[in-house]
Nanobody, 113 residues
Framework: QVQLVESGGGLVQAGGSLRLSCAAS??????MGWYRQAPGNQRDLVAT???????NYADSVKGRFTISRDNAKSTVYLQMSSLKPEDTAVYHC?????????WGQGTQVTVSS
């Protein structure tokens, strides 16, 4: 049974930093990453990373967010810096394994101005 457990969300002032973690279990994962969903919006890509550490970022977070991964622990991280109020959203961990996609329950990130 695949499980994705996220941690690290919270409230931060604009300009601050947060680090999200997602520990995955139950399979061998190829691409892992993060998506986010603000109220009334669709779920959008933030960043992804493949098992050979190729990364992809949304234009809105390039230069501010860094995705990384520990394959031995099946854990993906998102270091968020220079946070803006528009980064406020529920951040969902994503993992892909053998053609199936899996999602975490989400962790709230709130950036105050």
């Amino acid at each position: 049974q695949v499980q994705l457990v996220e941690s690290g969300g919270g409230l931060v002032q604009a300009g601050g930093s947060l680090r999200l973690s997602c520990a995955a279990s139950g399979s061998i994962f190829s691409t892992m990453g993060w998506y986010r969903q603000a109220p009334g919006n669709q779920r959008d890509l933030v960043a992804t990373i493949t098992s050979n550490l190729i990364t992809n970022y949304a234009d809105s977070v390039k230069g501010r967010f860094t995705i990384s991964r520990d394959n031995a622990k099946s854990t993906v991280y998102l270091q968020m810096s220079s946070l803006k109020p528009e980064d406020t959203a529920v951040y969902h961990c994503y993992a892909r394994a053998f053609g199936s996609s899996y999602w975490g329950q989400g962790t709230q990130v709130t950036v105050s101005s």
